[in-house]
């Protein structure tokens, strides 16, 4: 395993607390692992260099590296506390590079990929910022590749927010302070207006939505 630096501002991600709480709970959130292996179901069987945007400590990404065990793996995050749990989580395998990058700023040079995922980490970004990452996004893609985000998405109504919150048995005072949701629709406009094919929401379960698009060959 490589590891590149670069310097990110910190924020709540960069608290031990914050952290632990959002590790401790990510494999037991209700419908979470569904939602995945859909996502896995629909990445190429002949897809060798995937990124994983928002990597965290490298969860996706190992399940990509299992499901797919001859994929090289790319993981982006700022959070140093994430990258040292993914570091450890990948030590001594040479097919995944981390790289330590705030995706608030446009990428770094990191080549092309055949898939690109994510797992709730782009709903943290400015709407204006999400959009222009998705057009980076189709950029490094190769022809005929996916891109599949796995994603926090807003509720229509106040009453089905509170009712996402209350089934992952997360108080609502726990919520990510972070956290800019918007709405399925809007994601998917965005993407077929930058030039994506076969748009759609693959998957969706209250605040929890698979958004998969693929850059024309």
Known sequence: ?????EDVPGEE???????DHYRGRADACPRRAEGERVLLEHLPRDARRILDLGTGDGRLLALV???RPKTIG???????????AARERFAGDQRITLVKHDLAEPLPELGHFDAVVSSMAIHH???ERKRSLCGEIFDLLEPGGIFANFEHVASPTRRLHLAFFAAIDEPL???????RLLDVE?????LRELGFDDVDCYWKWLEM?????????
């Open 13 to 19: 991600w960069t608290t031990a607390d914050h952290v």
């Open 74 to 84: 790319v993981g982006v995050d700022f959070s140093e506390l994430m990258l040292t």
């Open 1 to 5: 395993m490589t590891f590149i630096l």
């Open 125 to 127: 970004l400015t709407h």
């Open 173 to 179: 005072e726990c919520e990510d302070p972070s956290d």
């Open 65 to 67: 590296q299992r499901d």
């Open 186 to 190: 809007s994601q998917l406009v965005w």
């Open 209 to 217: 939505a698979l958004l998969i698009a693929v850059k024309p060959a």
